[in-house]
């Protein structure tokens, strides 16, 4: 049996009952992380205004049925899945998978969405579809071998998010095999995603993932029509793995299929920054608390990371410690930790550090480094550190960074993050949203519960 089959067959006949309920939980916790950073970039980027604008000069902008986290005008089902798509990842603070190195919720969960609130789809409905949906681009996402796909150019969580979009969508639409199949066919045609954002912050990297929303989302829907697809799309003779990675290796999308769920391998961030920084914060922000020293005290910082990480947050270094964009920042290991040392966190609202003339020196002082140590191990995202200061030399060593699925935050830690997000925004209305992501999972129907907001 074909990959692809096996998959849509996972995706078509896997029974709700057959989710365990602690990764239904961790699928709700997951949405609700997701929402509160598109709740604040859709009013707090310079980027979401110009999707807006440009959806309304486009005939895309029109009143329909589906909710857009934080807004209270409902839009059309593509758009929808684009401006959640688009929104959510815009602050770069949305969960992580670390075998994958992709970000699971922000192409599904948007994608999931539109079509419960299309299709009457009680909230435990569009719960077990994410599950599903994660489950797909997460296991696409090792399949391609993370470091291949990168090396290639690609951003996984726009290429294989749009086939977990498809997957959930599909499932929510009522898809059967065939049906699921015919629509990664469609989305393998729609895969994209690049990673030329880096050379100047561009804004490119949140729209391609909110187009993976959508583009999923229109891959099964015409898929429910009896479009007719591409067969064995993900690892035929010209299939996405084949076309996507030099070292791609089909087992992994289904290995341990329903038995082992990646969904519980997703992690939380704590800083709105590519991953492939937070060990390293983490780790700078526990010496200035242990060891007793500030920014003043250190003359040089060497950070060790795994190649990917170099790859987005290491090189060129000269770029990095000049960060000037968000989007700069946000891919800047230089600028993480200068605003780690400077404040003693790392929040949203920190970008305001940006190119100020302490960080830039502070970021002189940085130095990022491959670490060979880092390779060939389970988890891509650690980091090794050297802190040299007035007359020591501390050395640590981060397996993992907080918020993996081992440190995954409490209620009270995730709602502090929640709010922290939203209350800037909301006025008000953060408890709101609070208590209708709570309910989620016990809503008759989605559409109903939503416009509660």
Not at 111 to 126: C, F, N, Q, R, Y
Not at 275 to 285: F, I
Not at 294 to 304: E, H, P
Request: aromatic share 6%; charged share 20%.
């Amino acid at each position: 049996m074909s990959i692809t089959v096996e998959l849509s067959q996972f995706v078509a006949e896997t029974r709700s009952g057959d989710i365990p309920p602690q990764v239904r939980d961790r699928a709700l916790a997951l949405v609700t992380d997701f929402a509160a950073s598109a709740i604040r970039a859709a009013e707090d980027c310079p980027s979401s205004h110009v999707i807006f604008r440009t959806l309304d000069r486009l005939g895309m902008a029109a009143e329909g049925d589906c909710t857009v986290f934080g807004l209270s005008r409902r839009y059309g089902a593509a758009a929808a899945a684009l401006l959640n798509g688009a929104f959510g990842h815009s602050l770069d603070f949305d969960d992580t998978h670390a075998d994958s190195s992709l970000h699971p919720s922000a192409p599904v969960v948007p994608a999931a969405l539109a079509a419960a609130e299309l299709t009457g789809a009680s909230g435990a409905d569009l719960l077990a579809a994410v599950v599903i949906g994660f489950e797909v681009c997460c296991r696409l996402g090792m399949a391609l071998d993370p470091a291949s796909h990168y090396a290639r150019g690609f951003h996984p969580t726009a290429t294989a998010g749009g086939f977990g979009a498809a997957a959930a969508a599909g499932r929510l639409l009522g898809l059967n095999a065939q049906g699921i199949e015919a629509a990664f066919g469609i989305a393998a045609s729609q895969a994209s995603g690049s990673l030329q954002f880096l050379e100047n912050g561009a804004w490119n990297k949140r729209y391609q993932v909110g187009e993976a929303a959508m583009k999923g989302l229109m891959a099964a829907t015409l898929a429910s029509d009896d479009f007719v697809g591409a067969l064995d799309a993900l690892n035929g003779r010209h299939g996405f793995l084949k076309g996507y990675s030099d070292a791609a290796d089909p087992a992994k999308a289904v290995a341990d299929l329903g038995g082992v769920w990646e969904t519980m391998r997703i992690g939380v961030k704590p800083y709105p920054a590519c991953r492939y920084t937070h060990a390293a914060v983490d780790g700078l922000l526990e010496l200035c608390r242990t060891e007793g020293i500030g920014a003043a005290d250190i003359s040089r910082i060497v950070v060790g990371l795994h190649r990917n990480g170099i790859a987005l947050v290491g090189a060129p270094l000269p770029a990095k410690r000049r960060a000037r964009s968000i989007v700069e920042g946000q891919f800047s290991m230089p600028f993480a930790a200068a605003v780690a040392l400077q404040r003693g966190r790392f929040g949203w609202d920190d970008y305001d550090l940006l190119g100020t003339a302490e960080t830039d020196a502070l970021s002189d002082r940085i130095e990022v480094q491959h670490d060979g140590s880092l390779e060939g191990l389970r988890h891509p995202f650690g980091a090794t550190l050297r802190v040299e200061t007035r007359g020591r030399v501390i050395e640590r060593r981060i397996a993992d960074p907080s918020g993996e699925p081992e440190t995954f935050p409490s209620a009270a830690a995730s709602e502090a993050k929640f709010r922290s997000l939203t209350d800037p925004v909301r006025n008000g209305g953060t408890a709101d949203w609070l208590e209708l992501m709570r309910g989620l999972s016990g809503a008759p129907l989605v559409s109903a519960h939503l416009k509660q907001a």
